[in-house]
């Protein structure tokens, strides 16, 4: 394998926590054990964890120390205006509601704006929005540009929304039916792509000609950001700061995971201007989440949260987290794996169904091929294809797949070193080589909502 250049850590290692490479034969019996799901294997028979970037990153010792001042007042802790100052010093609305994480903030978000029958676009949605929005009877709609679906089209911004389809169904559905529109920045079920600020400016445009709220989903904002200085005509003198800032100045409101780039393990927040959307929210937060000074969270959390959302701003974190994301992606290009190009802001994402090309997604290539990673390598990654996003045949009808079929490697921040990412771009590279012996599967057992976290399934 030629040598890439290799990414270069902006800190140095303080606290390790060992990993162990257990037996090939005792992973296939863990994976016999869990239905072929590698949702089900415990984290410790694990080798190189690439599951997800969310919650799994490394916090720092500034983030630790937080945790040691966090205020656990119920009502009013300073942990809480700490938070509140950071996330209004970025995202810039006067509103922060913490929740315990993203897919809490989005309910509370959808409860309150939707009703039976709306619809709610997005660049394509991630799997909570989309079951957050399934569940209250409302539709999510993937409105990214057609290039986010090819994924040999090198081209810089591939998350961004067709905004002449987004004008297309206002128009049809009109803006009664439509309570708000979303853009996921970056766009993670689409290979991590980010969004330019001319998409974000026209789909605000958009939104304002017929009276839309536009909300972000945010978790990986900084990354996007820091895509926009590198590849955006007018934005390389900017800070990344300055950046995200402009990004929300088009937006009225964000849900947010801080398992991403507030760089914490738990923890996040919606936020908006809007007093009496803000006012309908905490009253709902209160019922399920917690008071709107915790939402859910430890008062250490809060604290962790605001010190990591300044820290995913730093332009040498966000030039290293990129470039290894891109030197992962490129050991596997270079090897010959059919991966989805440009490589994204948090992961690589394999290109399964080009990867087994003898198993009709019927048979679920990329739940095949993360079997294969685990048992033969104690790799750990998740499709994202026909099991996560499959419809399931009803009536006589087929069953209906996305159009991508994808293997995403997350890669956790702050955790693996390039001699991790080395191992994994081999055991891609060896399993490719044996590809003939992967065999295709079958579910066995599926529950009505995101099924991927809990089905069965078994080899043919
Ligand atoms: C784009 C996107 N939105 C929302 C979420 C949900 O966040 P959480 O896992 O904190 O509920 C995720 C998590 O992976 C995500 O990637």
Not at 382 to 408: D, H, N, Q, S
Request: include cysteine.
């Amino acid at each position: 394998m030629a040598q890439l250049s290799k990414p270069v850590e902006p800190f140095r290692i303080k606290t390790v926590e060992p990993i162990r490479q257990i037996p090939r034969r005792e992973r296939e019996a863990l994976l016999e054990a869990a239905g072929l799901n590698v949702f089900n294997i415990p984290a410790e028979k694990v080798y190189i964890d690439l599951l997800t970037d969310s919650g799994t990153g490394a916090m720092s010792d500034s983030q630790w120390a937080g945790i040691m001042t966090g205020d656990e007042s119920y009502a009013g802790a300073r942990s809480f205006f700490r938070l509140e100052e950071s996330v209004r010093s970025v995202f810039g609305f006067k509103h922060v509601i913490p929740t315990h994480q993203g897919r809490a903030a989005e309910r509370i978000l959808f409860n309150v704006m939707l009703k039976k029958g709306d619809s709610v676009p997005s660049n394509i949605h991630f799997d909570t929005t989309r079951a957050n929005i399934e569940f209250l009877k409302a539709r999510p709609l993937d409105l990214a540009v057609e290039d986010a679906y090819d994924p040999d089209a090198d081209l810089p911004f591939k998350g961004n929304m067709d905004t002449a389809r987004l004008k297309k169904l206002l128009e049809r559905l009109g803006p009664g039916r439509v309570p708000l529109v979303m853009l996921t920045v970056t766009n993670n079920s689409g290979g991590g792509q980010p969004v330019s600020l001319e998409n974000i400016k026209e789909v605000n445009q958009v939104c304002a000609h017929y009276g839309v709220p536009l909300f972000f989903d945010a978790c990986r904002f900084a990354e996007n950001a820091f895509f926009i200085k590198k590849r955006e005509k007018g934005y390389a003198k900017k800070s990344v700061l300055e950046i995200a800032q402009e990004m929300f100045s088009y937006a009225d409101g964000a849900t947010m995971s801080g398992k991403k780039d507030a760089l914490v393990n738990i923890g996040g927040f919606v936020t908006c201007d809007d007093d009496g959307l803000a006012e309908k929210l905490k009253n709902l937060l209160i019922i399920s989440e917690g008071f709107p000074t915790y939402g859910g969270l430890a008062g250490r959390d809060l604290e962790a949260m605001a010190r990591g959302l300044q820290e995913a701003l730093e332009e040498s974190y966000l030039d290293y987290r990129t470039a290894q994301v891109a030197y992962l992606g490129g050991l596997l290009d270079q090897a010959g794996v059919p991966v989805f190009k440009p490589f994204g802001g948090h992961a690589v994402y394999v290109l399964a169904d080009r990867f087994l090309p003898h198993i009709p997604r019927v048979k679920y290539p990329g739940w095949a091929l993360t079997v294969a990673l685990y048992r033969e390598f104690g790799i750990r990654a998740v499709e994202i294809g026909g099991v996560m996003f499959g419809r399931k045949a009803e009536r006589g009808r087929r069953e209906v797949y996305p159009a991508l079929e994808l293997v995403r490697l997350a890669i956790p921040r702050r955790v693996y070193t390039s001699a991790h990412l080395e191992y994994v771009a081999e055991a891609l590279a060896e399993l490719y080589r044996n590809r003939d012996r992967i065999r295709g599967l079958r579910i066995v057992h599926e529950s009505p909502y995101l099924r991927h976290f809990t089905a069965r399934l078994e080899e043919i």
